[in-house]
């Protein structure tokens, strides 16, 4: 991976993936105890940053391997990237999800025009079912982050970060990212490298599934042991990528832990005071620069909103039991 690849991910992604705002709120700014900097995701095409490297990959193979269909995993948000993606270039694409993915990203991802295949997380193994149906039917499998054109077209983001940092005076801060398996906190770490090298990104996790915090901090790659789900399911991974992991311990500083209810906070006043819609799993950066304010050094932070995609209950509960901020 280098920028090189990011940067021609971005030619391809201009004019059809959203430059997102970076915006501000003095009453965050207030709670954090310095400046922050939203970078707002959640206002991607699908909801998510996901639509990047789907993008970015489905345009990035051949006319044949494109026309034969493309075949992906995902708990909701990469399902709806790559379901539109395909949908744009006129080919088909089978989506392997969760039982218990939210109700919303299943329906979603369906009425982008996706097949969607459902699998137990707790006895199937989504590796093998992808594996077989890519074989059966020869279709291309786009990982949903341990995928070099994947993480180059999450990498844009971090193109756009340090743009728009820039015109705003801003050349130093900490990046704070919501992290899973890696895709888009080591595309912006790489992108930032080279445009940005003042910036340094710190991964965000929930509480329970905090194995790139404690891959970073061990120096090797850590794997959770806990339930496959939780309430920030987008950023529920076993472990952090192959690909991605070794990106992120050159680059990235220590992560951060929130708990749910911090991320359901960070729901809340996302919502109130930039009108933003977040789901849990995308609101983990921006609690993590909210209510983890000791563990940060930089006088301004950027976080990512990576994701907007919650069902209505859920939100309205964030909503409901913390007030709107």
Same mark, same amino acid.
Request: hydrophobic share 40%; glycine share 10%.
């Given at each position: 991976m280098?920028?090189?690849?990011?940067?021609? !991910?971005?030619?391809r992604l201009?004019?059809?993936?959203?430059?997102?705002?970076?915006?501000?709120?003095?009453?965050?700014?207030?709670?954090?105890?310095?400046?922050?900097?939203?970078?707002?995701?959640?206002?991607?095409?699908?909801?998510?940053?996901?639509?990047?490297? +789907?993008?970015?990959?489905?345009?990035?193979?051949? #006319?044949?391997?494109?026309?034969?269909?493309?075949?992906?995993?995902?708990?909701g948000?990469?399902?709806?990237?790559?379901?539109?993606?395909?949908?744009? @270039?006129?080919?088909?694409?089978?989506?392997?999800?969760?039982? /218990? *993915?939210?109700?919303?990203?299943? /329906?979603?991802?369906? &009425?982008?025009? !996706?097949?969607?295949?459902l699998?137990?997380r707790a006895?199937?193994?989504? #590796?093998?079912?992808?594996?077989?149906?890519?074989?059966?039917? $020869?279709?291309?499998?786009i990982?949903?982050? /341990?995928?070099?054109?994947?993480i180059?077209?999450? %990498?844009?983001?971090?193109?756009?970060?340090?743009?728009q940092?820039?015109?705003?005076?801003?050349?130093? *801060?900490?990046?704070?990212?919501?992290? %899973?398996?890696?895709?888009?906190?080591?595309?912006? +770490?790489?992108a930032?490298e080279?445009?940005?090298?003042?910036m340094r990104?710190?991964? !965000?996790?929930?509480?329970?599934? #905090? #194995?790139?915090?404690?891959?970073?901090?061990?120096?090797?790659?850590?794997?959770?042991? $806990?339930? =496959?789900n939780?309430?920030?399911?987008?950023?529920?991974?076993?472990?952090?990528?192959?690909?991605?992991?070794?990106?992120?311990?050159?680059l990235? %500083?220590? $992560?951060?832990?929130?708990?749910?209810?911090?991320?359901?906070? +960070?729901m &809340?006043q996302? @919502?109130?005071?930039?009108?933003?819609? !977040?789901?849990p %799993?995308?609101a983990?950066?921006?609690a &993590? =620069?909210l209510?983890?304010?000791?563990?940060?050094?930089?006088?301004?932070?950027?976080?990512?909103?990576s994701? $907007?995609?919650?069902d209505?209950?859920?939100?309205?509960?964030?909503?409901?039991q @913390?007030?709107?901020?």
């Amino acid at each position: 991976m280098d920028i090189q690849r990011i940067e021609a !991910a971005a030619r391809r992604l201009k004019g059809h993936a959203r430059v997102t705002p970076l915006l501000s709120s003095p009453f965050l700014e207030k709670i954090a105890g310095r400046r922050v900097l939203v970078k707002a995701e959640c206002l991607q095409h699908t909801g998510s940053f996901k639509y990047r490297g +789907a993008r970015s990959a489905v345009s990035a193979l051949s #006319d044949e391997k494109r026309k034969n269909g493309v075949i992906a995993f995902s708990s909701g948000n990469h399902a709806q990237g790559v379901a539109l993606a395909a949908k744009q @270039f006129g080919t088909s694409a089978v989506i392997i999800m969760p039982s /218990d *993915a939210p109700k919303m990203k299943i /329906d979603n991802t369906r &009425a982008l025009g !996706a097949e969607v295949v459902l699998y137990d997380r707790a006895t199937e193994d989504r #590796d093998v079912i992808g594996s077989k149906l890519s074989e059966e039917r $020869g279709l291309t499998l786009i990982r949903p982050y /341990d995928e070099p054109e994947v993480i180059a077209g999450q %990498g844009t983001c971090g193109l756009e970060i340090a743009a728009q940092a820039a015109e705003l005076g801003v050349t130093e *801060a900490e990046v704070i990212v919501c992290c %899973g398996g890696g895709g888009l906190t080591s595309g912006i +770490a790489l992108a930032l490298e080279s445009h940005a090298p003042g910036m340094r990104v710190r991964p !965000a996790e929930p509480e329970g599934f #905090d #194995d790139v915090t404690r891959s970073l901090a061990s120096g090797q790659i850590e794997r959770n042991t $806990g339930s =496959a789900n939780g309430l920030c399911d987008a950023i529920v991974t076993p472990q952090p990528g192959n690909m991605t992991f070794p990106i992120m311990h050159r680059l990235c %500083g220590s $992560g951060i832990v929130v708990t749910d209810a911090e991320a359901q906070t +960070a729901m &809340a006043q996302a @919502f109130a005071r930039l009108k933003l819609v !977040a789901e849990p %799993g995308g609101a983990v950066a921006l609690a &993590a =620069a909210l209510y983890h304010a000791d563990q940060i050094d930089a006088d301004t932070v950027i976080c990512t909103i990576s994701g $907007g995609n919650v069902d209505r209950a859920v939100f309205l509960r964030a909503l409901e039991q @913390f007030g709107e901020g």
